[in-house]
C-alpha cells in the first residue's frame, strides 16, 4: 500500500496497529505525521462530519488538547513470541486423584472443593483382587454428582495388584480377571480411560514379561465401547515394564498395536527412570523420542507429580510440586506444549494436609501459575 519514495500512499490510512483503511472520503491529510494519517497530537484526523457544528468541534479539540500524548516508552512492551498465545489459551483439564470414601459417587464433589476440572479414581481397594460390586444406583448417582458438579471422572486407575507380566500363570489369571472387572466398572459408569501399570517380569528378562503382558491384552480383546486403557510409563524399579518409552513401543507393537489402549505420562516416573525433563535440553528429547517412536499421538493423560527422588534413581516417590527434585520449569513444559492442550492432568501427590483437600488445592493453584508463566529456574 505504498506510493514511490517510500511514503504511504494516500489512499489508505493507518490505525496505529497494524490495520490498514481506506480513508473517509473528505478528510483532510494534514500535519507533520502525514505517514500515519494523524494530527499534531497524534490523533487520526475526523473529517467534519454533517450534523456537527462548530462549537461542537471546538469543544471537542479543547477536549483533545487537555489530553497528553502517550509517550513512546509508556506503550506496553511487545510480549515475547509465543507469551501472547499462551495467555489466550485456556489450561488443559487439571485436576487430582480424589477419594471414594462413602461411594464413587462422592468423588466429583471432591473434585469441585479442590476446584478441579477433572479427577481419577480407584473404583474399588487398590490392593485387592475384587470390590463390591458396582449397581445400577450406584452409577446413576455417580452420574448425576457429575452433572451437579460440572466436575468430570477422566480416569479410574486399576489396583496395584495387576500384573499380565508375571511369570506365574496364576497371578496373570487374577490380574486379566481383575482388569476385566475394571473395564466394566469403567464403562458402568462412563469413565472413558483406564490406567494401568503394565506389570513386572519379575527375575525374568524384560522381553518375556512385555511378551506375556502382549499375549494377555491380545486374548482380553476389545475393551467396552467408550473405555481405552492407558499404560502408564514407570519409574523403573526391579523389572518392571514400562520404563523406557522405547518399551512402551514394544509393548504397543507385540500387542498389536489395539486402537482401544494408549498412554499415560507420570512426570515424577519419567525423571525418576532417567528423562531429565527440569532442562530444555531433556524436555526436547523426550519430545523427540515420543514423536520418533509414535506414541506422541497415544498419550491421552497425564500424572503430573514431583520427585522425592533424584534423577534416573529408578525410585519411586511422589512429592508435591516445588518440594522435590524436578524443577519447575519442567511442569510449565508439559502444561503448555501446544500438543497436550487438551489432555486431562492430574496430581497424585500427598495427601498430608490438615485434610485431604489442603494440598490439592495448593498444589493445582501451583499448576495454574505454571501455566501462566514460567518460574525462575531453581
Same mark, same amino acid.
Given at each position: 500500500?505504498?506510493?514511490?519514495? @517510500?511514503?504511504?500512499?494516500?489512499?489508505?490510512?493507518?490505525?496505529?496497529?497494524?490495520?490498514?483503511?481506506?480513508?473517509?472520503?473528505?478528510?483532510?491529510?494534514?500535519? @507533520?505525521?502525514?505517514?500515519?494519517?494523524?494530527?499534531?497530537? @497524534?490523533?487520526?484526523?475526523?473529517?467534519?462530519?454533517?450534523?456537527?457544528?462548530?462549537?461542537?468541534?471546538?469543544?471537542?479539540?479543547?477536549?483533545?488538547?487537555?489530553?497528553?500524548?502517550?509517550?513512546?516508552?509508556?506503550?506496553?512492551?511487545?510480549?515475547?513470541? @509465543?507469551?501472547?498465545?499462551?495467555?489466550?489459551?485456556?489450561?488443559?483439564?487439571?485436576?487430582?486423584?480424589v477419594s471414594v470414601a462413602g461411594g464413587v459417587h462422592t468423588a466429583p464433589e471432591r473434585g469441585?472443593?479442590?476446584?478441579?476440572?477433572?479427577?481419577?479414581?480407584?473404583?474399588?481397594?487398590?490392593?485387592?483382587?475384587?470390590?463390591?460390586?458396582?449397581?445400577?444406583?450406584?452409577?446413576?448417582?455417580?452420574?448425576?454428582?457429575?452433572?451437579?458438579?460440572?466436575?468430570?471422572?477422566?480416569?479410574?486407575?486399576?489396583?496395584?495388584?495387576?500384573?499380565?507380566g508375571s511369570s506365574k500363570e496364576t497371578v496373570r489369571?487374577?490380574?486379566?480377571?481383575?482388569?476385566?472387572?475394571?473395564?466394566?466398572?469403567?464403562?458402568? /459408569?462412563?469413565?472413558?480411560?483406564?490406567?494401568?501399570?503394565?506389570?513386572?517380569?519379575?527375575?525374568?528378562?524384560?522381553?518375556?514379561?512385555?511378551?506375556?503382558?502382549?499375549?494377555?491384552?491380545?486374548?482380553?480383546?476389545?475393551?467396552?465401547?467408550?473405555?481405552?486403557?492407558?499404560?502408564?510409563?514407570?519409574?523403573?524399579?526391579?523389572?518392571?515394564?514400562?520404563?523406557?518409552?522405547?518399551?512402551?513401543?514394544?509393548? /504397543?507393537?507385540?500387542?498389536?498395536?489395539?486402537?482401544?489402549?494408549?498412554?499415560?505420562?507420570?512426570?515424577?516416573?519419567?525423571?525418576?527412570?532417567?528423562?531429565?525433563?527440569?532442562?530444555?535440553?531433556?524436555?526436547?528429547?523426550?519430545?523427540?523420542?515420543?514423536?520418533?517412536?509414535?506414541?506422541?499421538?497415544?498419550?491421552?493423560?497425564?500424572? /503430573?507429580?514431583?520427585?522425592?527422588?533424584?534423577?534416573?534413581?529408578?525410585?519411586?516417590?511422589?512429592?508435591?510440586?516445588?518440594?522435590?527434585?524436578?524443577?519447575?520449569?519442567?511442569?510449565?513444559?508439559?502444561?503448555?506444549?501446544?500438543?497436550?492442550?487438551?489432555?486431562?492432568?492430574? /496430581?497424585?501427590?500427598?495427601?498430608?494436609?490438615?485434610?485431604?483437600?489442603?494440598?490439592?488445592?495448593?498444589?493445582?493453584?501451583?499448576?495454574?501459575?505454571?501455566?501462566?508463566?514460567?518460574?525462575?529456574?531453581?
Amino acid at each position: 500500500m505504498r506510493g514511490g519514495g @517510500g511514503r504511504v500512499a494516500r489512499d489508505a490510512l493507518h490505525d496505529g496497529e497494524g490495520a490498514v483503511h481506506p480513508p473517509v472520503r473528505g478528510a483532510p491529510w494534514r500535519g @507533520g505525521d502525514r505517514g500515519h494519517g494523524r494530527g499534531r497530537r @497524534g490523533v487520526p484526523v475526523v473529517p467534519r462530519r454533517k450534523g456537527i457544528g462548530p462549537r461542537r468541534q471546538a469543544r471537542k479539540r479543547a477536549a483533545d488538547a487537555r489530553e497528553p500524548p502517550v509517550a513512546e516508552e509508556e506503550l506496553p512492551a511487545v510480549p515475547p513470541d @509465543g507469551a501472547e498465545e499462551i495467555v489466550k489459551r485456556k489450561a488443559p483439564p487439571l485436576g487430582a486423584h480424589v477419594s471414594v470414601a462413602g461411594g464413587v459417587h462422592t468423588a466429583p464433589e471432591r473434585g469441585k472443593r479442590i476446584g478441579a476440572d477433572v479427577v481419577q479414581i480407584f473404583s474399588k481397594h487398590n490392593t485387592r483382587w475384587t470390590g463390591k460390586a458396582l449397581e445400577e444406583d450406584d452409577a446413576r448417582a455417580f452420574r448425576d454428582e457429575c452433572g451437579r458438579t460440572g466436575v468430570r471422572v477422566a480416569a479410574i486407575h486399576c489396583a496395584y495388584l495387576i500384573n499380565l507380566g508375571s511369570s506365574k500363570e496364576t497371578v496373570r489369571t487374577r490380574s486379566l480377571y481383575a482388569l476385566e472387572d475394571e473395564a466394566s466398572r469403567a464403562a458402568m /459408569l462412563g469413565v472413558p480411560y483406564l490406567v494401568m501399570h503394565p506389570g513386572s517380569s519379575g527375575d525374568d528378562p524384560a522381553a518375556e514379561g512385555i511378551s506375556r503382558i502382549a499375549t494377555a491384552l491380545a486374548s482380553f480383546g476389545r475393551f467396552p465401547g467408550g473405555v481405552t486403557l492407558l499404560l502408564e510409563n514407570t519409574a523403573g524399579q526391579g523389572n518392571s515394564i514400562g520404563r523406557s518409552i522405547g518399551q512402551l513401543r514394544a509393548l /504397543l507393537d507385540a500387542a498389536g498395536n489395539p486402537p482401544d489402549v494408549g498412554v499415560c505420562l507420570d512426570s515424577a516416573h519419567l525423571f525418576e527412570s532417567g528423562y531429565d525433563i527440569g532442562t530444555d535440553d531433556g524436555w526436547e528429547a523426550l519430545l523427540a523420542e515420543l514423536t520418533s517412536l509414535g506414541i506422541a499421538p497415544l498419550v491421552r493423560m497425564w500424572h /503430573l507429580n514431583d520427585s522425592k527422588t533424584p534423577l534416573g534413581s529408578k525410585v519411586d516417590r511422589h512429592e508435591h510440586l516445588g518440594r522435590g527434585k524436578i524443577p519447575l520449569p519442567a511442569f510449565h513444559r508439559i502444561l503448555t506444549h501446544k500438543g497436550f492442550a487438551s489432555t486431562p492432568m492430574v /496430581l497424585e501427590t500427598p495427601k498430608d494436609g490438615i485434610d485431604e483437600f489442603e494440598m490439592d488445592l495448593r498444589n493445582l493453584a501451583m499448576l495454574r501459575k505454571l501455566f501462566a508463566g514460567p518460574p525462575e529456574d531453581r
